[in-house]
């Protein structure tokens, strides 16, 4: 159980494009949706929370306008990088939680963006 | 600002060997300690620790938390060469917001 799915799984696109990235638990509804984003050789970075139906709160130094977050249902939350730049170029990984309190959370396979 | 600091940064070990990974941090309004193994990709879920003196235990890995120091360890014991992997601890606060330390390299030889 607790299976979260990311798609894709890669993706390059070119500068100025938007890209989307989906992810999904599998097997249970997930409350809250979390995405990280890790560049080579460091640890992970919360970038946003969302809560289904509610606006994702971002974390200090995120572009709220730039990583567009939609948690519409329970077990679909996506990202959209808007007009990227090489700079976004990174691992993308999201995690769910099956509810509120002491809930471990469950990670997806990561998404490896390349602008070019 | 929260803080986790694993040690050490990276290990390299005899197939066989015992291996003790250590946590320390200071976050705002801590809840719970999460540890994760991260090979290739996304972190896969170890541990979850809440109280203070409460060994977990799975199979060779086993983990405790200290809330009175701010510390956790993670033990592996008779280490295989598939435990080769990158360790990260992540304390979370109640906002579950998760922080990341840059993660323990374990390297086990054959």
């Known amino acids: 159980g607790a299976v979260v799915s990311q798609h894709p799984s890669w993706v390059i696109c070119k500068s100025g494009t938007s890209v989307k990235i989906e992810c999904r638990s599998l097997?249970?509804?997930?409350?809250?949706m979390f995405w990280y984003r890790q560049f080579p050789k460091q640890s992970l970075m919360l970038m946003a929370t969302?809560?289904?139906?509610?606006?994702?709160?971002?974390e200090q130094g995120v572009e709220k306008d730039k990583f567009l977050i939609n948690h519409a249902s329970l077990t679909l939350s996506t990202l959209t990088v808007t007009s990227a730049h090489p700079e976004d170029s990174s691992f993308y990984i999201c995690?769910?939680?099956?509810?509120?309190?002491?809930?471990?959370?469950?990670f997806g396979p990561g998404t490896r963006l390349t602008v070019t | 600002e929260d803080k986790v600091v694993q040690s050490p940064l990276s290990l390299v070990v005899h197939e066989g060997d015992t291996v003790t990974l250590n946590c320390s941090y200071e976050?705002?309004?801590?809840?719970?300690l999460l540890w994760y193994k991260q090979e290739k990709k996304a972190p896969t879920f170890l541990f979850m620790l809440t109280s203070s003196g409460i060994e977990k235990k799975s199979g060779r890995l086993s983990s405790i938390l200290d809330k009175k120091e701010l510390f956790s360890i993670l033990n592996i014991t008779a280490t295989q060469t598939g435990d080769s992997a990158i360790y990260l601890c992540a304390p979370q606060s109640s906002g579950d917001k998760l922080t990341f330390g840059t993660g323990t390299r374990l390297a086990v030889r054959p």
């Open positions: 097997d249970f509804q997930a409350t809250t």
């Open positions: 976050v705002t309004n801590f809840r719970s």
């Open positions: 969302s809560n289904e139906g509610s606006k994702a709160t971002y």
């Open positions: 995690s769910a939680r099956v509810g509120y309190g002491d809930y471990e959370q469950y």
